[in-house]
Protein backbone atom coordinates (compact mmCIF):
# COMPACT_ATOMS: atom_id res chain seq x y z
CA UNK A 1 0.00 0.00 0.00
CA UNK A 2 1.31 3.10 -0.93
CA UNK A 3 1.48 6.32 0.67
CA UNK A 4 -1.39 7.95 -2.03
CA UNK A 5 -3.65 5.31 -0.55
CA UNK A 6 -2.99 5.46 2.38
CA UNK A 7 -3.66 9.25 2.78
CA UNK A 8 -7.12 8.52 0.97
CA UNK A 9 -7.61 5.81 3.05
CA UNK A 10 -7.75 7.72 6.52
CA UNK A 11 -9.32 10.90 4.37
CA UNK A 12 -12.52 8.71 4.34
CA UNK A 13 -12.41 7.26 7.56
CA UNK A 14 -12.16 11.08 9.13
CA UNK A 15 -14.92 12.10 7.38
CA UNK A 16 -17.16 9.15 8.31
CA UNK A 17 -16.43 10.37 11.78
CA UNK A 18 -17.59 13.73 11.06
CA UNK A 19 -20.92 12.79 9.81
CA UNK A 20 -21.46 10.56 12.37
CA UNK A 21 -20.96 13.08 14.61
CA UNK A 22 -22.69 15.22 12.28
CA UNK A 23 -26.32 12.91 12.19
CA UNK A 24 -28.89 13.97 14.92
CA UNK A 25 -29.66 11.30 18.05
CA UNK A 26 -32.39 9.38 17.47
CA UNK A 27 -34.80 9.81 20.06
CA UNK A 28 -35.90 7.04 21.89
CA UNK A 29 -38.81 5.94 21.31
CA UNK A 30 -42.60 6.54 22.90
CA UNK A 31 -43.25 3.60 25.04
CA UNK A 32 -47.78 3.92 24.58
CA UNK A 33 -49.56 5.11 27.30
CA UNK A 34 -51.05 3.00 30.11
CA UNK A 35 -54.56 3.49 28.93
CA UNK A 36 -53.64 2.84 25.51
CA UNK A 37 -51.69 -0.60 26.24
CA UNK A 38 -54.99 -1.99 28.34
CA UNK A 39 -57.43 -0.76 25.44
CA UNK A 40 -54.64 -2.87 23.26
CA UNK A 41 -56.10 -5.94 24.76
CA UNK A 42 -59.18 -5.68 23.38
CA UNK A 43 -62.88 -6.85 24.68
CA UNK A 44 -65.72 -4.74 24.97
CA UNK A 45 -66.10 -1.05 26.22
CA UNK A 46 -66.82 -2.76 29.83
CA UNK A 47 -63.96 -4.95 29.72
CA UNK A 48 -61.71 -2.03 28.37
CA UNK A 49 -62.70 0.06 31.26
CA UNK A 50 -62.41 -2.59 33.96
CA UNK A 51 -58.49 -3.16 32.19
CA UNK A 52 -57.49 0.63 32.26
CA UNK A 53 -58.85 1.16 36.04
CA UNK A 54 -56.96 -2.23 36.86
CA UNK A 55 -53.43 -0.90 35.37
CA UNK A 56 -54.13 2.55 36.45
CA UNK A 57 -54.76 0.73 40.58
CA UNK A 58 -51.25 -0.32 40.29
CA UNK A 59 -50.02 3.05 40.51
CA UNK A 60 -52.35 4.83 43.53
CA UNK A 61 -51.07 6.83 46.20
CA UNK A 62 -53.36 8.71 48.25
CA UNK A 63 -57.65 7.82 48.28
CA UNK A 64 -60.32 9.97 47.95
CA UNK A 65 -63.86 9.42 49.76
CA UNK A 66 -66.82 11.57 50.73
CA UNK A 67 -70.84 10.64 51.73
CA UNK A 68 -74.06 12.87 51.86
CA UNK A 69 -76.21 10.14 52.21
CA UNK A 70 -76.47 6.28 52.45
CA UNK A 71 -76.94 6.05 48.74
CA UNK A 72 -74.92 9.09 47.46
CA UNK A 73 -71.49 8.09 47.97
CA UNK A 74 -67.74 9.94 45.99
CA UNK A 75 -64.78 7.30 45.82
CA UNK A 76 -61.21 7.71 44.12
CA UNK A 77 -57.89 8.00 44.27
CA UNK A 78 -54.21 9.56 42.57
CA UNK A 79 -51.56 7.79 41.28
CA UNK A 80 -47.78 8.84 41.93
CA UNK A 81 -45.88 10.82 39.23
CA UNK A 82 -44.83 7.93 36.92
CA UNK A 83 -41.78 8.58 34.11
CA UNK A 84 -43.01 8.46 30.36
CA UNK A 85 -40.32 6.62 28.53
CA UNK A 86 -39.16 8.13 25.23
CA UNK A 87 -41.22 11.45 26.17
CA UNK A 88 -39.05 15.08 26.42
CA UNK A 89 -41.68 17.23 26.91
CA UNK A 90 -43.50 16.49 29.93
CA UNK A 91 -41.75 13.08 30.60
CA UNK A 92 -43.76 12.49 33.90
CA UNK A 93 -48.13 11.46 33.95
CA UNK A 94 -50.44 10.81 36.97
CA UNK A 95 -53.62 9.45 37.07
CA UNK A 96 -56.77 10.82 38.98
CA UNK A 97 -59.85 8.92 39.29
CA UNK A 98 -63.22 9.96 40.30
CA UNK A 99 -66.42 8.01 40.52
CA UNK A 100 -69.82 9.25 42.18
CA UNK A 101 -73.56 8.48 42.61
CA UNK A 102 -74.53 5.08 44.09
CA UNK A 103 -71.71 3.31 44.31
CA UNK A 104 -73.31 0.73 46.46
CA UNK A 105 -76.58 -0.06 44.10
CA UNK A 106 -79.01 0.51 46.86
CA UNK A 107 -81.73 2.50 45.19
CA UNK A 108 -83.49 0.11 42.68
CA UNK A 109 -83.91 2.23 39.33
CA UNK A 110 -83.04 5.35 38.04
CA UNK A 111 -85.76 8.45 39.15
CA UNK A 112 -85.78 12.16 38.95
CA UNK A 113 -86.26 12.25 42.41
CA UNK A 114 -83.33 10.22 43.13
CA UNK A 115 -81.30 13.29 41.74
CA UNK A 116 -77.95 14.44 43.32
CA UNK A 117 -76.05 17.23 41.83
CA UNK A 118 -72.02 16.27 41.24
CA UNK A 119 -70.86 19.38 39.51
CA UNK A 120 -67.28 19.72 39.69
CA UNK A 121 -63.67 20.31 38.46
CA UNK A 122 -59.78 19.16 38.56
CA UNK A 123 -57.08 21.87 38.64
CA UNK A 124 -53.44 21.21 38.89
CA UNK A 125 -50.30 23.62 39.63
CA UNK A 126 -47.16 23.40 38.29
CA UNK A 127 -47.63 23.17 34.60
CA UNK A 128 -49.88 20.53 34.73
CA UNK A 129 -52.17 19.49 31.93
CA UNK A 130 -55.10 17.81 32.75
CA UNK A 131 -57.20 15.81 30.29
CA UNK A 132 -60.04 13.02 30.35
CA UNK A 133 -58.78 9.78 28.88
CA UNK A 134 -61.54 7.93 30.46
CA UNK A 135 -65.38 8.40 30.62
CA UNK A 136 -67.33 5.77 33.34
CA UNK A 137 -71.07 5.94 32.67
CA UNK A 138 -70.53 9.64 31.90
CA UNK A 139 -73.55 10.52 29.96
CA UNK A 140 -72.37 13.22 27.88
CA UNK A 141 -75.97 14.69 26.52
CA UNK A 142 -74.43 16.61 23.50
CA UNK A 143 -76.28 19.81 22.67
CA UNK A 144 -78.51 19.44 25.43
CA UNK A 145 -77.78 21.20 28.98
CA UNK A 146 -77.79 19.26 32.14
CA UNK A 147 -80.74 20.01 34.14
CA UNK A 148 -82.26 19.42 37.49
CA UNK A 149 -84.39 16.26 37.69
CA UNK A 150 -82.33 14.92 34.39
CA UNK A 151 -79.53 12.24 34.19
CA UNK A 152 -77.61 14.11 31.57
CA UNK A 153 -73.88 15.00 32.08
CA UNK A 154 -71.53 17.27 29.85
CA UNK A 155 -67.60 18.19 29.98
CA UNK A 156 -66.90 21.63 29.45
CA UNK A 157 -63.51 22.72 27.70
CA UNK A 158 -61.14 24.76 29.70
CA UNK A 159 -58.29 27.08 27.14
CA UNK A 160 -55.84 26.58 29.79
CA UNK A 161 -55.92 22.83 29.96
CA UNK A 162 -54.40 23.00 33.32
CA UNK A 163 -58.27 22.34 34.42
CA UNK A 164 -61.15 19.50 34.01
CA UNK A 165 -64.77 21.01 34.42
CA UNK A 166 -67.84 19.11 34.40
CA UNK A 167 -71.38 19.11 34.69
CA UNK A 168 -72.96 15.82 36.55
CA UNK A 169 -76.56 14.53 37.60
CA UNK A 170 -76.96 11.66 38.95
CA UNK A 171 -80.65 10.35 39.17
CA UNK A 172 -80.16 6.52 41.29
CA UNK A 173 -77.16 5.54 39.31
CA UNK A 174 -73.43 6.74 38.87
CA UNK A 175 -70.87 8.53 37.07
CA UNK A 176 -66.77 8.82 37.01
CA UNK A 177 -63.62 10.16 34.92
CA UNK A 178 -60.48 8.97 34.83
CA UNK A 179 -57.77 12.22 34.15
CA UNK A 180 -54.50 11.65 33.00
CA UNK A 181 -51.92 14.40 34.49
CA UNK A 182 -48.54 15.53 32.53
CA UNK A 183 -46.45 17.24 34.21
CA UNK A 184 -42.59 18.22 33.51
CA UNK A 185 -41.52 17.52 37.12
CA UNK A 186 -42.30 14.36 38.90
CA UNK A 187 -44.29 16.47 41.88
CA UNK A 188 -47.15 18.59 41.69
CA UNK A 189 -50.35 19.82 43.62
CA UNK A 190 -53.75 20.44 42.56
CA UNK A 191 -57.62 20.95 44.26
CA UNK A 192 -60.93 18.81 43.47
CA UNK A 193 -64.09 19.67 43.49
CA UNK A 194 -67.22 17.31 42.69
CA UNK A 195 -70.85 18.30 44.27
CA UNK A 196 -70.28 19.30 47.91
CA UNK A 197 -67.30 17.67 48.19
CA UNK A 198 -63.81 20.10 47.67
CA UNK A 199 -60.12 18.86 48.92
CA UNK A 200 -56.35 19.06 47.92
CA UNK A 201 -53.95 16.54 46.39
CA UNK A 202 -50.38 16.08 45.95
CA UNK A 203 -49.08 13.93 43.28
CA UNK A 204 -45.97 12.38 44.16
CA UNK A 205 -42.90 10.44 43.10
CA UNK A 206 -43.30 7.28 42.27
CA UNK A 207 -40.78 5.22 45.20
CA UNK A 208 -38.22 3.38 43.57
CA UNK A 209 -38.47 -0.78 43.51
CA UNK A 210 -37.00 -2.54 46.15
CA UNK A 211 -33.14 -3.49 46.01
CA UNK A 212 -32.63 -0.34 43.50
Known sequence: MNRL???IALLLS???????????????AQKPSIEEAAR???GGKAVVRKNILAEISKYKDKSFQHQTSVSNKLDGFVTYAI???GKRERPYVAYLYLNWGDLDKLIPRCASRFYQNWDGQVKVQEAGYCSVVQE???????NREPKVGTGIDKLLKDETSSQVRWL???VGATDGLLI?????????RGEIKAGT???SYEIRPLPAAPGK
Request: aromatic fraction near 6%; hydrophobic fraction near 45%; proline fraction near 7%.
Open 5 to 7: TVH
Open 14 to 28: SLQLVAAAEKPATAP
Open 40 to 42: AKG
Open 83 to 85: PQE
Open 136 to 142: FAFDDGG
Open 168 to 170: SAV
Open 180 to 188: RIEMQKSAA
Open 197 to 199: YSA
